[in-house]
């Protein structure tokens, strides 16, 4: 079985502050993990995800996150946060040879002027 | 660049009334899901297509919802009647190949915003 959780359904930071929104993972199988970002009534857009290889991946928009097997987690983070960032966030996981996806709850990120 | 089309954007209708949604996936992609998404959760699988077949509708409340993908292109999710918590939005998200594979990302619609009354 697998399945996400997203600690923090609402985070708020200062612009030029660190981001960082957490996401762990239980998974029986070697997981692949996606990071989506999700603009107010709009669709989900893949911002970064880990399939196999490096476990720092990079993404669109400066985001980046770690694959950190000991810790099942896949924390994603900015080093320095625009307004434009202002929007929920969903950590989803899936597998090999698997098409479908497991989404967390959301974290919503709020970005103070 | 190709994107996945839905339409209506937003849908307010009376409970026990029948409302339908449309979603046009990139072209070629041959998987296609319908997630229902209600707020403040995450989004959460309703039916996945194959092609023109159901591979997946173990979340579908067959009662009320039907999906359908006739010619294995556009697809149609389909609520009657519908009710009060059924409010939500739905989106629809294709994927590029046509079997389970080592990796498949998912591209998003905009979504149909419903609002049951």
């Known amino acids: ?113 | 660049e190709a994107e996945v089309a839905q339409s209506p954007r937003y849908k307010i209708t009376e409970k026990s009334q029948a409302v339908a949604f449309w979603c046009d996936p990139i072209s070629g992609h041959a998987t296609l899901y319908w997630y229902r998404q209600i707020l403040g959760q995450g989004p959460e699988l309703l039916v996945q297509f194959q092609d023109e077949s159901v591979v997946d509708d173990s979340q579908l409340p067959k009662d009320r919802f039907s999906a359908e993908r006739l010619k294995g292109v556009d697809s149609t999710l389909k609520i009657q009647p519908a009710e009060l918590g059924d409010s939500a939005m739905y989106l629809c998200a294709s994927s590029p190949t046509g079997a389970p594979s080592s990796y498949n990302e998912q591209f998003f619609g905009p979504g149909t915003r419903l609002t049951v009354l």
Request: proline share 4%.
């Open chain 1, 1 to 113: 079985a697998q399945s996400v959780t997203q600690l923090g359904s609402h985070v708020s930071v200062s612009e030029g502050a660190l981001v960082l929104l957490r996401c762990n993972y239980s998974s029986s199988v070697p997981p692949y993990l996606f990071w989506y970002v999700q603009y107010p009534n709009q669709g989900l857009q893949l911002l970064l995800k880990y399939t196999t290889g490096a476990t720092l991946v990079k993404g669109i928009n400066g985001f980046e996150a770690e694959f950190k097997k000991s810790e099942t987690s896949f924390h994603l983070t900015k080093p320095s946060a625009h307004m434009s960032d202002a929007a929920e966030y969903f950590c989803a996981v899936s597998r090999y040879n698997f098409n479908k996806f497991y989404f967390g709850s959301g974290t919503k990120l709020n970005v103070k002027p």
